[in-house]
């Protein structure tokens, strides 16, 4: 029987502790509800996206965005300098959210697709429409901050995400934010 190091023994307790830290933070942080977005652009093999709920608006002067992408994702180098575009998801498309989740390859997603800017999923609720601006290391992922070239939105229900679970937000609860 092979025999098992010492410090391998002794480190096992702690590499579960600190998963179980690393899972109840995970929980924690998933009591925070967003919206569901694809970022999408192109890549040699035509264009890409990837589910991501980690979008943020940064700035109105100069019109900011962000994104924050896992370094292990396959997005992250094939995103680093390229023109994107942040597609809000509606609340019919929560099989888009999967597929470019990882999952889902019964879902068929169409482009809109025209020379200069980054791929547009049809039928999101909102395309915001960015030139790479920064990017910032950010432990296991980099923060992508985009300069917003073009944007436009529908209105209709939007999909949004909570505690690893897909749910929806009525358009009645959205869309004032020019009231506040
Ligand atoms: C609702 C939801 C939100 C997600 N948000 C992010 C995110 O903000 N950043 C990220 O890197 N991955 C996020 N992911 C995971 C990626 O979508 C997933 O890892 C994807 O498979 C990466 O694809 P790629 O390796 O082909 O780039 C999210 C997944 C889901 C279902």
């Given at each position: 029987?092979?025999?098992?190091?010492?410090?391998?023994?002794?480190?096992?307790?702690?590499?579960?502790?600190?998963?179980?830290?690393?899972?109840?933070?995970?929980?924690?942080?998933?009591?925070?509800?967003?919206?569901?977005?694809?970022?999408?652009?192109?890549?040699?093999?035509?264009?890409?996206?990837?589910?991501?709920?980690?979008?943020?608006?940064?700035?109105?002067?100069?019109?900011?965005?962000?994104?924050?992408?896992?370094?292990?994702?396959?997005?992250?180098?094939?995103?680093?300098?390229?023109?994107?575009?942040?597609?809000?998801?509606?609340?019919?498309?929560?099989?888009?959210?999967?597929?470019?989740?990882?999952?889902?390859?019964?879902?068929?997603?169409?482009?809109?697709?025209?020379?200069?800017?980054?791929?547009?999923?049809?039928?999101?609720?909102?395309?915001?429409?960015?030139?790479?601006?920064?990017a910032y290391d950010a432990g296991d992922h980099t923060?992508?901050?985009?300069?917003?070239?073009?944007?436009?939105?529908?209105?209709?229900?939007?999909?949004?995400?909570?505690?690893?679970?897909?749910?929806?937000?009525?358009?009645?609860?959205?869309?004032?934010?020019?009231?506040?």
């Open positions: 029987m092979r025999e098992v190091p010492q410090a391998a023994k002794l480190r096992r307790p702690q590499v579960d502790a600190e998963a179980e830290i690393a899972a109840r933070l995970r929980s924690c942080l998933g009591r925070f509800a967003t919206g569901v977005t694809v970022v999408s652009f192109d890549a040699a093999e035509g264009p890409r996206g990837v589910t991501v709920n980690s979008f943020t608006s940064v700035s109105l002067d100069p019109p900011l965005v962000l994104v924050s992408i896992a370094k292990r994702a396959a997005a992250h180098e094939a995103l680093r300098d390229q023109p994107f575009c942040v597609n809000v998801l509606g609340a019919e498309q929560e099989a888009l959210a999967k597929r470019f989740a990882g999952g889902n390859a019964g879902a068929h997603p169409r482009f809109d697709y025209e020379p200069g800017r980054a791929p547009r999923l049809l039928g999101a609720l909102a395309h915001v429409d960015c030139n790479p601006w920064r923060l992508f901050v985009g300069e917003v070239t073009a944007f436009e939105h529908l209105d209709g229900d939007a999909l949004a995400y909570m505690g690893s679970r897909f749910t929806t937000l009525a358009e009645s609860d959205t869309g004032v934010e020019y009231l506040i």
